[in-house]
């Protein structure tokens, strides 16, 4: 069944850049969705498509995706964004999540 | 306003059955993709079952043969049947709206959800 892999934590620094990867086989062959999850709420989509951002997601939010790594690039980062963010995409008429990473802000 | 809201949540014996509901307002079910997805307590998101606007039924391996994703348009819900409950079914289980399947010229993000209901498989 088709993986997707992602670190299990990142810090940043309030105001810095913060990078969080996905990793598949052939993922730039495919379309990634990132979601943002904060304690005790549902998931937030904040990527679709690669690259595209929802109504009312900051501009600090970018995707990318080639090769076999998809990133999510949070700039400028807030203490807001401390949360878990995923990664999706779908294989093989599935859907898959990404193990998941911490962002910690500080 | 789009809203889903969950309900059907509970305790069930390993071997049990159970139907999750999500009552939908603000758009038809019927018009685009829906999704279940679950989080195991500490755990992340996994993705379990979708429907397309055409009706075509999609499941995660460890679910197939096990539950079955449906809705009905006069009630405009969506459900999720599920049987031979087993202990790792253990989640809050999510509705949402959409897959996140892209292609070039169209994409349906899971860009609304329900609050979750807890679904516990213990004896």
């Known amino acids: 069944s088709y993986e997707l892999t992602q670190p299990p934590s990142v810090s940043v620094s309030p105001g810095q850049t913060a990078s969080i990867t996905c990793s598949g086989d052939?993922?730039?062959?495919?379309?990634v969705c990132w979601y943002q999850q904060k304690p005790g709420q549902s998931p937030v989509v904040v990527i679709y498509q690669d690259r595209k951002r929802p109504s009312g997601i900051p501009e600090r939010f970018s995707g990318s995706n080639s090769g076999n790594t998809a990133t999510l690039t949070i700039s400028g980062t807030q203490t807001m964004d401390e949360a878990d963010y995923y990664c999706?995409?779908?294989?093989?008429?599935?859907?898959?999540f990404g193990t998941g990473t911490k962002v910690t802000v500080l | 306003e789009v809203q889903l809201v969950e309900s059907g949540g509970g305790l069930v014996q390993p071997g049990g059955s159970l139907r999750l509901s999500c009552e939908a307002s603000?758009?038809?079910?019927?018009?685009?993709?829906m999704s279940w997805v679950r989080q195991a307590p500490g755990k992340g998101l996994e993705w379990v079952s979708s429907i397309s606007n055409g009706g075509n039924t999609y499941y995660t391996d460890s679910v197939k043969g096990r539950f079955t994703i449906s809705r009905d348009n006069s009630k405009n819900t969506l459900y999720l049947q599920m049987n031979s409950l087993r202990v790792d079914d253990t989640a809050v289980y999510y509705c949402?709206?959409?897959?996140?399947?892209?292609?070039?010229?169209?994409?349906?993000?899971?860009?609304?959800w329900g609050q979750g209901t807890l679904l516990t498989v213990s004896s």
């Open positions: 949402a709206r959409g897959s996140g399947y892209c292609v070039s010229t169209s994409c349906y993000p899971l860009d609304y």
């Open positions: 603000g758009f038809t079910v019927t018009s685009i993709y």
């Open positions: 999706q995409a779908w294989d093989s008429s599935t859907a898959v």
């Open positions: 052939k993922l730039g062959s495919k379309y």
